[in-house]
């Protein structure tokens, strides 16, 4: 064979049975679309229709149209759960975001043991829910709780934690914000050690203050982060249910009942699957509107300067 036509041979590749085309992507990818759709869009897809049904496991399931989320939005039960998960969602947010940045400019900066910090700051998320749960619940026990304990040891009033509805809304807050404010914490260190420095140190020589250089250089430039650090706590928030499950069991008197409790307590203690998934989707509806206000008003804002 000719030297020309053996190189030809040698570097002729050989030819897939199927062109590279989108339709070979989906081929490849349909088992895990397969897997995808059983264990998540099937489950989406039925909740939602029992939710227009009156699902009680009877054997009849009537069909009610809106009649169930009509029931829950005019409910004073559903009413008291969105109260709750609004203040719990709001002040757990609102103290985690702040704790969280505070903490991270003080990590960030150059001081012994920071490198320590930073390792401890990983065992909080790394705890299951439900462990956090019974922790709390032991600590915040009226009789053997070790924060009853060091009250009575300092001659101060004892709290009703959990027995209290004040109290133990604050409770599940505490839990909540032990849990999640280093993964906030970790979040912005990120951010911060990314920040480019040529700003920061024009800032400073002008003479700007270090409170004048965080709000007027970092913290603009740290938006795109704290926007993520939202949007992951309200999805967490709207989905919270070990904790408090496990500390109050929505108690007392539906004090810590958030949607996620409410709508659990519909299907398996009253049996009412077609209100329980009603109460699902009002929560799910309710996450992606304020994630769409949380991603929309900034948008609205910078279009309107640009205009």
Do not use: C
Request: aromatic share 12%; net charge positive; glycine share 8%.
């Amino acid at each position: 064979m000719p030297p020309v036509a053996q190189h030809q041979v040698s570097g002729r590749r050989r030819r897939s049975p199927l062109p590279y085309t989108w339709q070979r992507g989906y081929l490849l990818a349909s088992p895990a679309l397969l897997v995808m759709v059983a264990i998540l869009i099937y489950p989406l897809g039925y909740s939602f229709i029992m939710s227009f049904f009156r699902w009680d496991l009877s054997g009849s399931a009537p069909f009610a149209g809106v009649g169930n989320y009509t029931d829950e939005l005019f409910g004073r039960q559903f009413n008291q759960a969105l109260r709750n998960q609004t203040i719990f969602s709001v002040v757990s947010i609102t103290i985690e975001v702040v704790a969280g940045m505070a903490i991270a400019v003080l990590v960030n900066g150059k001081l012994r043991g920071m490198r320590l910090a930073r390792t401890l700051l990983l065992v909080p998320p790394m705890i299951a829910p439900a462990v956090v749960g019974l922790n709390f619940r032991w600590l915040f026990n009226t009789q053997y709780g070790l924060v009853d304990a060091l009250l009575r040891m300092f001659n101060l009033p004892e709290i009703p934690w959990l027995n209290h509805p004040t109290w133990a809304l604050v409770s599940v807050i505490i839990a909540d914000v032990w849990q999640n404010t280093p993964l906030m914490v970790l979040l912005f260190l990120a951010g911060l050690q990314s920040l480019p420095q040529e700003p920061l140190e024009a800032a400073t020589v002008d003479g700007a203050t270090p409170w004048q250089r965080f709000w007027h250089i970092v913290l603009p430039l740290m938006r795109p982060v704290i926007m993520i650090a939202l949007m992951l706590r309200i999805i967490d928030t709207f989905r919270t249910f070990d904790v408090v499950w496990l500390m109050t069991q929505g108690g007392p008197g539906g004090a810590t009942n958030l949607l996620t409790v409410y709508s659990y307590l519909l299907a398996f203690q009253a049996v009412d699957f077609g209100h329980a998934a009603a109460v699902s989707y009002i929560a799910l509806g309710m996450s992606l509107f304020v994630l769409g206000l949380l991603y929309g008003i900034p948008w609205l804002i910078a279009k309107r300067r640009a205009i």
